[in-house]
């Protein structure tokens, strides 16, 4: 199984703020005949469902706020967030999805100061 | 608007069976593969099954596979999961979700609360 690890588990910050995320995985999500990376980012806000926010590692779901960017390759990939607002309280999980079991991160909790 | 709306959760003993239902509704629900992922309380995220838009195809998380037995009624936008001899592990929000393009999860439910105890 590929095993993704997330760090921080959790980390608090003040609306405005920059924050980075970071998610790695056990082997490469890099598939080499298309470029492309088998990785996701979830938002998941206090009693409500996980919501899709990129794809293909750096690829916004359409009315996610651009302030969401996905960067890396490989096996070292970043969820940043350019200006944390309120509303951005949740966790944030990754997933990869290159080789089943499609298996997910254990989460970075963002909490606003 | 897509809508996905699980049922049949609740409190179950555990050696007991379930089945977890799914309606789908907003799309062509034939035209798309589905999966089942649960939650469990401590914030966890585990894929359980995948199922592709007919029903030819499965994939189950190995752990998982001898118990749980995922299917769909294309007629009925229905996405099914047979839970089987649940053990008190199995405790947890099970939400269906819808995939796009790849194994990615697009759309989410609201999810059923599953408690297996005596």
């Known amino acids: 199984d590929i095993v993704m690890t997330q760090t921080p588990s959790s980390q608090a910050v003040s609306a405005g703020e920059k924050v980075t995320m970071s998610c790695k995985s056990s082997?490469?999500?890099?598939?080499?005949?298309?470029?492309?990376?088998?990785l996701a980012w979830y938002q998941q806000k206090p009693g409500q469902s996980p919501k899709l926010l990129i794809s293909?590692?750096?690829t916004r779901e359409s009315g996610v706020p651009d302030r969401f960017i996905g960067s890396g390759s490989g096996t070292d990939f970043t969820l940043t967030i350019s200006s944390v607002q309120a509303e951005d309280l949740a966790v944030y999980y990754c997933?990869?999805?290159?080789?089943?079991?499609?298996?997910f991160g254990s989460g970075t909790k963002l909490e606003i100061k | 608007e897509v809508q996905l709306v699980e049922s049949g959760g609740g409190l179950v003993q555990p050696g007991a069976s379930l089945k977890l239902s799914c309606i789908a509704s907003?799309?062509?629900?034939?035209?798309?593969?589905m999966n089942w992922v649960r939650q469990t309380h401590g914030k966890a995220l585990e894929w359980i099954a995948i199922?592709?838009?007919?029903?030819?195809?499965?994939n189950y998380a190995p752990s998982l596979k001898n118990r749980f037995t995922i299917s769909r009624d294309n007629a009925k936008s229905t996405l099914y999961l047979q839970m089987n001899n649940v053990r008190s592990e199995d405790t947890a929000t099970y939400y269906c979700?819808?995939?796009?393009?790849?194994?990615?999860?697009?759309?989410w439910g609201q999810g059923t609360l599953v408690t297996v105890s005596s």
């Open positions: 979700t819808r995939n796009d393009n790849s194994n990615w999860f697009a759309y």
């Open positions: 907003g799309f062509t629900f034939r035209g798309f593969a």
């Open positions: 199922i592709n838009y007919d029903g030819s195809y499965t």
């Open positions: 082997q490469s999500l890099l598939y080499s005949e298309n470029k492309k990376n088998y």
């Open positions: 293909w590692a750096s």
């Open positions: 997933e990869q999805y290159y080789d089943t079991p499609l298996t």
